[in-house]
């Protein structure tokens, strides 16, 4: 089918901390079928869609033998989910509408339309010169469609886009008559003539092969559409705006390291820009967090964004992170990250908070089961608070050697010993402190770049909140604007008719994220002997703290791989090539080959 390639429960700050409204613990992805709750009706669409028959929970317990008369004649897609709430869609072009203006007058290619409201609020508002809209299931949606199918130069087309095959055959002057394929010299220029949007939001979620779900098996064949110049990039960089579940944007949006794969590195390198326009308010996991002061200071850096835009939220659409900026902005003791201790949002923080605040209404007795959790919380606290101060102290004091460093105001010899101190310190804590300590530390250098390493860190504006009963059936949805950008020209060689730079990148970036805790320069050299000799010493930017480098040698806060950023990684790959040395293509497959089979390596991972 498819074609591969410390505890916050004092506020010092106004704003700055916060208790979450809703509990980590309850924060769950969507259920993996669908359930009775979730196909409540809130709009006249919805009611419609209800209507057909084609969303039906299973049944729980023995069931009787089905005969024909019982089996629905509805034929579709069952696990498709499509928006409802036309209140949705005009709030998304009040907010993003001015970025959507370039684009007027444009080519739209849809796909997976389903019942058109999106599809019909766009074309409202974009006026464009045709519009093909890709429906599969184009009989079910036909009569929902026909008041825009009514509208000239508006084209339904019953296949797949998410066929390639399929889309290729629309990719055609019979039905994009404007758009020609341009030279190789204009094949990294923005084509604001085309527009692509898609609806690969569906419930349940379907594993394939190794990747979470269809839908990110879509999106990773989009991002690497960039880099080839192939399907509907081959008419230019082609915007797109996708709508996904909320949990599938994930791969592509990280808001923190530890979600960062595949995805996401190859979104860096081809995009200029991934947003989320719209989407479910709080974190996307409770089990991979980062220090509360860091994502403080991104929504703040938003906010402060918003305002100089003149981006204004719809009401009622501002998320809790969003309303908490807006009063932590005014105020003017605003720490900035690892500049105070951190502070890690836990589940047990919160039903602490509700102890207490019973304790409070209502004194427990000390033989309490209620008073005995209270006071194991509270003793958790307390060694979490001390914990967060020595990662601090830790910080402080690498912050320290790096500022003695560039001053040059000590000798190399001195600044080893203060290295050797460091590490002594940092070692004397067990090892999951230490292992807690260097994702602490990884996170802060990503977001003290400038500009911060992920998308989410750069983000123009914060994404409206959506409620589930938006969408039909009710599975929450985010809206993900896509920009590609010019890829280096040494990663888009690839192929047999090239020097085959972007497919050794592929085995390059594949290996050293197998080990992406380890120094870059002992990654290089597991993939050829010798190779840091040669790289090291011209890669330039691993040594510039400014551009995202580290200067310090001690073993722990040496520059990994997982710490480097999209142009770290296109300087590595001119250096490598440089390489007199090096091996080629076939020699670096086989050196590669055991790593590459290693599933659980952290950037293999598509999703």
């Given at each position: 089918?498819?074609?591969?390639?410390?505890?916050?429960?004092?506020?010092?700050?106004?704003?700055?901390?916060?208790?979450?409204?809703?509990?980590?613990?309850?924060?769950?992805?969507?259920?993996?079928?669908?359930?009775?709750?979730?196909?409540?009706?809130?709009?006249?669409?919805?009611?419609?869609?209800?209507?057909?028959?084609?969303?039906?929970?299973?049944?729980?317990?023995?069931?009787k033998n089905k005969t024909k008369a019982s089996i629905s004649k509805v034929q579709g897609d069952k696990t498709r989910v499509n928006i409802v709430s036309e209140k949705l869609c005009d709030d998304i072009f009040s907010y993003v509408g001015p970025s959507l203006d370039r684009h007027k007058g444009c080519d739209i290619l849809d796909i997976y339309p389903g019942a058109g409201l999106w599809s019909r609020k766009l074309h409202d508002y974009l006026q464009p010169r045709s519009h093909i809209l890709m429906e599969p299931d184009a009989e079910l949606y036909k009569p929902f469609l026909k008041p825009l199918l009514d509208?000239?130069?508006?084209?339904?087309?019953?296949?797949?886009?998410?066929?390639?095959?399929?889309?290729?055959?629309?990719?055609?002057?019979?039905?994009?008559?404007?758009?020609?394929?341009?030279?190789?010299?204009?094949?990294?220029?923005?084509?604001?003539?085309?527009?692509v949007t898609a609806n690969i939001a569906f419930h349940p979620r379907r594993r394939f092969l190794t990747f979470e779900s269809i839908a990110h098996l879509v999106l990773y064949q989009f991002i690497e559409a960039i880099r080839a110049s192939s399907l509907i990039q081959r008419y230019g960089l082609v915007r797109m705006l996708i709508w996904t579940r909320h949990d599938d944007k994930q791969g592509l949006l990280p808001k923190v390291m530890q979600k960062r794969r595949k995805l996401a590195l190859d979104t860096e390198l081809s995009c200029e820009w991934v947003r989320e326009i719209c989407g479910r308010d709080g974190p996307d996991s409770a089990w991979f967090v980062?220090?509360?002061?860091?994502?403080?200071?991104?929504?703040?850096?938003?906010?402060?964004?918003?305002?100089?835009?003149?981006?204004?939220?719809?009401?009622?659409?501002?998320?809790?992170?969003?309303?908490?900026?807006?009063?932590?902005?005014?105020?003017?003791?605003?720490?900035?990250?690892?500049?105070?201790?951190?502070?890690?949002?836990?589940?047990?923080?919160?039903?602490?908070?509700e102890l207490e605040a019973a304790h409070?209404?209502?004194?427990?007795?000390?033989?309490?089961?209620?008073?005995?959790?209270?006071?194991?919380?509270?003793?958790?606290?307390?060694?979490?608070?001390?914990?967060?101060?020595?990662?601090?102290?830790?910080?402080?004091?690498?912050?320290?050697?790096?500022?003695?460093?560039?001053?040059?105001?000590?000798s190399p010899e001195e600044i080893r010993v203060l290295e050797g101190e460091w590490e002594a310190n940092l070692r004397a804590n067990p090892q999951g402190f230490i292992d807690e300590f260097v994702t602490y530390k990884d996170n802060l250098h990503y977001y003290r770049q400038d500009?911060?390493?992920?998308?989410?860190?750069?983000?123009?504006?914060?994404?409206?909140?959506?409620?589930?009963?938006?969408?039909?059936?009710?599975i929450h949805c985010s809206l993900l604007d896509i920009q590609p950008k010019e890829v280096h020209p040494l990663i888009r060689q690839t192929g047999p008719n090239s020097n085959r730079a972007g497919d050794c990148f592929d085995l390059i970036?594949?290996?050293?994220?197998?080990?992406?805790?380890?120094?870059?320069?002992?990654?290089?050299?597991?993939?050829?002997?010798?190779?840091?000799?040669?790289?090291?010493?011209?890669?330039?930017?691993?040594?510039?703290?400014?551009?995202g480098g580290v200067v310090a040698k001690?073993?722990?806060?040496?520059?990994?791989?997982?710490?480097?950023?999209?142009?770290?990684?296109?300087?590595?790959?001119?250096?490598?090539?440089?390489?007199?040395?090096?091996?080629?293509?076939?020699?670096?497959?086989?050196?590669?080959?055991?790593?590459?089979?290693?599933?659980?390596?952290?950037?293999?991972?598509?999703?």
């Open positions: 089918m498819f074609c591969f390639r410390s505890n916050a429960r004092t506020f010092p700050i106004p704003g700055l901390f916060r208790p979450l409204l809703t509990p980590l613990t309850t924060r769950t992805l969507s259920s993996k079928a669908l359930d009775k709750s979730q196909l409540q009706i809130a709009s006249p669409l919805a009611e419609e869609l209800a209507a057909i028959g084609l969303w039906i929970p299973p049944r729980k317990g023995p069931q509208r000239p130069n508006t084209t339904l087309v019953p296949i797949s886009g998410l066929v390639w095959r399929e889309l290729s055959s629309i990719l055609t002057p019979e039905y994009l008559p404007h758009q020609v394929a341009p030279d190789a010299t204009r094949l990294t220029q923005r084509n604001d003539t085309l527009l980062r220090d509360d002061v860091i994502d403080t200071s991104s929504n703040v850096a938003t906010w402060k964004r918003m305002e100089a835009s003149g981006i204004k939220m719809p009401a009622r659409r501002a998320s809790e992170d969003l309303k908490a900026a807006r009063a932590a902005s005014k105020s003017k003791k605003l720490p900035f990250p690892g500049s105070t201790p951190p502070v890690f949002r836990r589940p047990f923080q919160e039903a602490l908070n409070e209404k209502q004194i427990f007795t000390r033989d309490s089961d209620n008073y005995k959790s209270m006071r194991s919380y509270r003793w958790r606290a307390n060694s979490e608070e001390k914990k967060h101060q020595r990662m601090f102290n830790l910080i402080a004091g690498l912050d320290a050697i790096t500022t003695l460093y560039r001053s040059g105001r000590a500009p911060p390493l992920l998308h989410w860190d750069r983000r123009e504006y914060d994404p409206m909140v959506v409620q589930p009963e938006e969408f039909f059936p009710n970036m594949n290996s050293m994220m197998g080990q992406s805790t380890l120094p870059v320069s002992q990654t290089l050299d597991a993939l050829m002997p010798g190779a840091a000799d040669f790289i090291i010493p011209r890669w330039e930017s691993a040594r510039d703290v400014d551009r001690t073993r722990y806060a040496k520059l990994n791989p997982r710490m480097l950023n999209a142009r770290q990684w296109e300087e590595l790959l001119e250096h490598w090539m440089e390489w007199p040395f090096r091996p080629d293509f076939q020699e670096l497959i086989a050196r590669t080959h055991d790593e590459l089979a290693d599933e659980g390596s952290t950037l293999f991972t598509p999703d």
